[in-house]
């Protein structure tokens, strides 16, 4: 296995992207992370979306991309694993560029949700749920959310306040991240005062729907000494974990095991804990999903969760900042490139390119990229070199 | 150029309010009352429907406008709610107003733009000598499906224009058009209710083209928005209006006389007609009004007007848009509502 780094990142604005296409999204931030990386070729790609067949009727994307990008004939392929297709995407081609079956292989991902309507869309995602035990019987993402931070309330005394402080701590560093979808502050009287979804998730305890890509760009570390115009970033371990895909068939619901056993692997390939780890971007796509991340990755003990943001704990500047970025809940969440934009802004950050959102002497950072209710899960560990 | 020589609104007295439809469906209807400002919309009875509504509006028209009815060139009925697919509004209207046989008459339909198209045909028609007076009017009884997010605003409501080159309450100044294929809201034959894109109906949709348009309309004209004393845009819910016009860099005292979707609704074809009524209403000699309808599909008309001294004498003639939106109101019931709106099918 060779030593990997990451030479190059690119992403533009999420949001609704009414006037450009599937295709548009993902070249224009390809060319941004080829750019970056300052190389003329690449080798191989690999293309985190969850479902672009049901959002946009496209399919097949490893041609279309390819294509697109003007990049065939080079082996491209799509990866999907639900909303963890970025994150599995981008150790595809770790694994593709440590193995040496190829040298510079860009990882990107991407997912256009905004062209159905809120019906279409929910549709779309629940496909990440079991079909035949779970969304057969009508519930959908939301629903399974509120049902683990409701157990998660019942079993730890965790409160609304503590939910809401998750999504004012995100959006407080989304307001500081220019390519996000929603960069505004919110209080907590916002977020618990907002329409009720799925008790006691609210609307603004939901991270949004959204069109977006992101893309990085991974060679040896060797030749990114050589290639790359700036300091590279070497990935310490890539980890991936999968769990039963339906929320009634696990003994306990608010422990997200998935993300445990990924995190667990990628300490030990890395020789790490959580105490090394500068900061973390989790898959916040509830409040309380932060909330069981945070715990499954061993930053705070089962149960404790939700006083990381209460706390302020999880701040920018505090114990072990979470989400810089803004997170799911503020940056947005195209789902197949919530896992590459997690590695992004790791990559951003230990590059010191992170503004006012910037976290101060940051040397390793890690993401937490999870499909559905972590029924899968991939973690990774980036570090300056 | 020519101008508007007379003008009127109705409305029906019915109202629903945004609780009343929120209890129903379950939905938050305080959510709809920030999110959308709105807190009611008007709901024509059972027996009322555009070609009624557009006569009432008419008769009002004719009253400012003082003139023999027969003098009437062209009848133009804009709605997206014509009674039938096939038999024409506008004859109905010219002959209940005394203007048939030597008038021209057509039904236009471009969702929300229709009433402001039927303006802008007749302020060509008599500017190029074809007509001496043409009738413009949107009209509509708007439908939302039920529980669709549009149930809360799709209302009920006219405004018609005597426009002509005589001595009138307005001289049009300006005329503009902004036009783009957008398929934001559509209805096909035989649908019962519209169907609509969600939020695409808004920035790329709405705003793109209210803005577009306004833009275009003061560039042509020279014009910023502080030589308005108004300005009146298309009202699909409270909130649109006020935003474009406070990002073109409008106040809220221009928009407010005219901004009558909060306890209307939106009145389609009618909205922002409607909105100049009540604009003209209060209007002096003199003032500069910036209107801009909004039709999906999609595209924009704009105009400047220029209020003249007629207006004093003419607007008392007839009920004042406001003065009948917040006077005798009958509140009823989603059961009657849904009754009124034949939303219930009856037995065979």
Redo the contacts between chains.
């Keep these: 296995m060779r030593d990997v780094a990451v030479i190059g990142v690119g992403m533009q604005k999420w949001g609704e992207l009414w006037e450009k296409s599937l295709r548009d999204i993902f070249t224009e931030s390809a060319l941004l992370a080829i750019d970056d990386a300052g190389v003329d070729h690449i080798d191989a790609m690999y293309v985190g979306c969850m479902t672009s067949g049901l959002f946009v009727g496209q399919e097949h994307l490893g041609s279309v991309m390819a294509d697109y990008l003007g990049v065939a004939p080079i082996p491209s392929v799509r990866v999907e694993s639900a909303c963890a297709s970025g994150g599995v995407a981008f150790r595809q081609a770790f694994i593709d560029v440590a193995s040496g079956v190829h040298d510079i292989v860009l990882a990107g991902g991407v997912e256009k949700m905004n062209d159905i309507d809120g019906g279409g869309a929910t549709h779309a995602l629940s496909t990440a749920a079991d079909a035949e035990y779970e969304v057969y019987h009508g519930v959908t993402f939301p629903g399974l959310y509120a049902m683990m931070a409701v157990d998660h309330m019942h079993k730890y005394g965790t409160t609304r306040d503590q939910l809401s402080h998750v999504a004012v701590k995100n959006h407080r560093n989304g307001s500081r991240n220019p390519l996000a979808q929603y960069p505004y502050e919110l209080t907590l009287e916002q977020v618990a005062g907002s329409l009720l979804v799925a008790d006691p998730i609210t609307i603004l305890d939901c991270s949004p729907i959204t069109d977006g890509a992101a893309a990085a760009i991974l060679c040896p570390l060797d030749m990114a000494k050589r290639l790359s115009k700036r300091p590279p970033v070497k990935v310490l371990a890539s980890a991936h974990a999968t769990d039963t895909i339906a929320l009634h068939s696990r003994p306990d619901i608010s422990w997200l095991s998935a993300v445990e056993k990924a995190g667990e692997k990628a300490y030990k390939a890395a020789g790490l804990g959580p105490k090394d780890i500068s900061f973390v971007e989790v898959h916040d796509c509830f409040t309380i999903a932060e909330i069981c991340a945070i715990e499954a990755l061993g930053f705070f003990e089962r149960g404790k969760g939700g006083r990381g943001a209460e706390s302020g704990e999880t701040a920018v500047g505090g114990r072990i900042p979470v989400n810089p970025s803004g997170g799911l809940k503020s940056k947005g969440h195209p789902v197949g490139a919530t896992g590459v934009a997690q590695v992004l802004e790791v990559v951003k950050q230990l590059r010191g390119e992170c503004g006012g959102r910037q976290v101060k002497g940051a040397t390793i950072g890690m993401t937490q990229n999870m499909g559905g209710v972590a029924g899968s899960c991939a973690v990774h560990i980036l570090g300056s070199v | 150029m020519a101008g508007i020589i007379g003008y009127g609104a109705y409305m029906p007295r019915n109202r629903i309010k945004v609780e009343e439809i929120a209890k129903v469906w379950g939905a ?1 209807a305080p ?1 709809y009352k920030k999110g959308l400002m709105l807190r009611e919309k008007a709901v024509p009875s059972p027996d009322q429907d555009t070609i009624t509504m557009a006569v009432e509006a008419t008769k009002h028209a004719l009253r400012r406008a003082k003139i023999d009815p027969k003098r009437i060139g062209a009848v133009y009925v804009g709605s997206e709610s014509h009674p039938y697919a096939v038999k024409p509004s506008g004859t109905v209207l010219a002959d209940a107003i005394g203007a048939t046989p030597e008038v021209h008459c057509a039904d236009f339909e471009f969702a929300c733009k229709a009433g402001s198209e039927a303006m802008f045909v007749c302020m060509g028609l008599a500017d190029g000598g074809a007509i001496e007076y043409g009738l413009a009017v949107g009209a509509d009884t708007s439908q939302g499906a039920p529980g669709d997010a549009l149930e809360y605003s799709a209302a009920a409501g006219a405004a018609a224009f005597i426009i002509g080159k005589g001595p009138g309450v307005a001289k049009v100044l300006t005329t503009y058009a902004f036009m783009t294929d957008t398929p934001d809201f559509w209805r096909r034959e035989h649908m019962h209710y519209p169907r609509h ?4 109906t808004g ?2 949709a709405y705003f793109k083209h209210v803005l577009g348009c306004a833009k275009g309309l003061m560039e042509k004209a020279g014009a910023k928005p502080a030589d308005f004393a108004y300005a009146v845009f298309h009202q699909p819910n409270g909130k649109f209006p006020m935003r474009a016009g406070q990002m073109l860099g409008f106040k809220k005292e221009q928009i407010e006389p005219g901004w009558l979707s909060p306890t209307l609704g939106n009145t389609y074809s009618g909205s922002s007609p409607m909105g100049l009524t009540a604009t003209l209403d209060v209007a002096k000699p003199g003032d500069r009004i910036l209107m801009v309808s909004y039709g999906s599909g999609a595209g924009s008309d704009g105009f400047i007007y220029e209020v003249t001294d007629r207006i004093e004498e003419v607007r008392d003639a007839a009920p004042k848009t406001r003065a009948m939106l917040d006077a005798n109101k009958r509140y009823i019931d989603y059961g009657t509502y849904a009754k009124f709106r034949r939303k219930i099918r009856m037995g065979e």
């Design positions: 938050d959510s894109a969600g939020r695409f920035e790329p």
